[in-house]
């Protein structure tokens, strides 16, 4: 066995604080092998009589605890198996899983890690506030969401909110994050203040089909340089946008005219709960799905591509297998057959969807709707993981629950509100696997609970189960990727129009 340099200084540090002289003499050059034993007699010498030098140097030398201590040596040893651990009942071997078991305190701490409240002008000299929830099934996450102050018409501020639903990954999602909400702003900043409600939505229009051409153009026009080789990074970076593909809500706020305005594109869904002079709120919708179950969408579609009645599938709603009918990205349903083919053969892309003969049949054109708001109304939008499991008159129920509670003082901590016995639903009660083997369940107002500060949170809640509490901590821990048969990744925005 050679020893190194760095062994000899650990016996001279060891042995002697004196030796300096004679340690750089012995640490000049490495110790040729045929001389080994001849450095040991310098070493015991400076020993002055220590015994047991040798030893020392042959347990140091089989020891690799000894030298680990105190220094680094310790990261590139082999390290010692765990003791296998045994059962204390039966004897037999433990096999733990790494999956936790979440009681309701534990799946409702991991439920909030996503939460935040948000406020903003309402132009009165009020605030009006944003509870905001965001919660992954998939990993890594496609749900996206954006808020944000910017300039209106005429240059005056308006607040912005967006939820972006991706599909076939994150990419796209993640640019309308980041890209939307300033294409709408910066279109908006340049109409005078005094334009007009067409105006603006045509204004909103044009930002997002804008907005779309443009992931798509330079995805095209990065594939088709000339200097572009097959999985080159720069091409894979500029094409994933295109690739991947995502829904769209965005909500714009005029605080001079108390205007709201939404713009849908896909599924994602927006609801106005209206205070009609009392306690109760009224459902007023402010965006319709855009799948092929919806008639409009399903005429639209049916008369740009007439002679296609395989299109659409009837019974799902599925636009060649897309889920929506309306959505930016989702290169497949746009581009020519030969620039998916190339994308797919050169770039690792997907194949052309095997029915498609005249594309596009994909759009990014919003559908835009508009409505004056007032203290007490509250907006809720969400991605379609939440609309899956409540609907929107009940979704506006229990926003109104939680005003309520609030109101009312009811503790909001999970951790200390104890709910009467009679209102825990333990087992699975009105939920199962269908056969496509989604896990499926309907929020109530009977199962709701009112235990959150944050309103997104509270909602998501009972999407999940409420004081079903086995169904609520069944939910909350399953884990990727088998919870994509659970739920889907939620985000839900609530916007209070005032005090709360």
């Known amino acids: 066995m050679t020893l190194s340099t760095n062994f000899f200084r ?3 540090n060891s ?35 220590a015994a047991g030098v040798t030893g020392l140097a042959a347990y140091l030398s089989q020891t690799p605890s000894s030298t680990a201590s105190g220094n680094d040596d310790a990261s590139i040893l082999v390290p010692q198996i765990r ?54 099934s998939n990993h890594p996450v496609e749900d ?86 097959p999985g080159s990074a720069t091409v894979l970076s500029a094409i994933a946008p295109a690739l991947s593909g995502s829904c769209a809500l965005l909500a714009a706020y005029d605080p001079l005219r108390s205007t709201l305005r939404v713009a849908c594109v896909g599924d994602s869904r927006a609801v106005l709960g209206r205070r009609d002079g009392s306690s109760a709120y009224a459902t007023v919708p402010l965006s319709a799905d855009q799948t092929g179950k919806n008639p409009a969408e ?3 579609l049916t008369a740009l591509h007439p002679d296609e009645p395989k299109m659409l599938d009837r019974d799902s709603g599925r636009l060649l297998g897309l889920a929506v009918t309306r959505a ?19 770039h690792w892309g997907t194949a052309p969807r095997p029915k498609s003969r005249t594309p596009p049949y994909l759009t990014a054109e919003p559908a835009i709707e508009e409505t004056r708001v007032g203290p007490g109304d509250f907006l809720i939008m969400a991605s379609d993981g939440f609309w899956d499991h409540v609907g929107s008159e009940d979704a506006v129920a229990c926003v109104a629950r939680w005003v309520q509670a609030r ?29 496509d083997k989604y896990a499926t369940w309907r929020a109530t107002p009977e199962f709701f609970v009112a235990e959150d500060e944050n ?45 709360v």
């Not at 604080?17 to 004679?22: D, G, I, K, L, Q």
């Not at 936790?100 to 409702?108: C, G, I, N, Y």
């Not at 109101?407 to 087992?427: H, N």
């Not at 994509?484 to 939620?490: G, K, P």
Request: net charge positive.
């Open 10 to 12: 650990k016996i001279l």
């Open 15 to 49: 042995v002697s604080p004196h030796a300096s002289v004679t340690r750089r003499l012995l640490l000049r050059r490495p110790v040729p092998r045929r001389s080994l034993h001849a450095r040991v007699g310098p070493i015991a010498a400076i020993a002055g009589g």
């Open 83 to 136: 003791p296998l651990k045994k059962d204390d009942e039966t004897g037999k071997a433990r096999v733990d899983s790494p999956v936790k078991v979440l009681d309701v305190a534990a799946a409702t701490e991991l439920l909030r890690q996503g939460q935040q409240s948000k406020l903003f002008e309402l132009g009165n000299g009020q605030r009006g506030r944003c509870d905001v929830l965001r919660f992954a």
């Open 144 to 229: 996206e969401y954006s808020i944000g102050t910017g300039a209106g018409t005429g240059g005056s501020p308006w607040t912005f909110w967006g939820v972006y639903d991706g599909h076939a990954g994150w990419a796209t999602s993640s640019v309308l994050r980041d890209t939307l909400i300033p294409f709408v702003s910066d279109a908006l900043s340049q109409l005078p203040a005094s334009a007009s409600s067409s105006q603006i939505s045509q204004t909103i229009t044009r930002a997002f089909l804008d907005l779309d051409d443009r992931i798509n153009d330079i995805a095209l026009s990065t594939m088709n340089d000339p200097s572009a080789s």
């Open 298 to 300: 399903h005429a639209r």
């Open 328 to 346: 930016f990205g989702d290169h497949r349903w746009k581009w020519a057959h030969d620039a998916i083919a190339e994308a797919q053969q050169k």
């Open 407 to 435: 109101r009312a003082g009811v503790p909001t901590d999970a951790l200390q509100y104890r709910p009467r016995e009679g209102g825990v639903k333990q087992g699975g009660e009105g939920w199962w696997l269908e056969e």
């Open 455 to 499: 309103a997104a949170t509270h909602l998501v809640k009972n999407a999940f189960g409420g004081s079903r509490r086995g169904l609520f901590c069944g939910v909350m821990s399953t884990y990727p990727p088998m919870s994509r048969n659970v739920r889907d990744d939620i985000t839900v925005q609530v916007i209070f129009f005032g005090d």
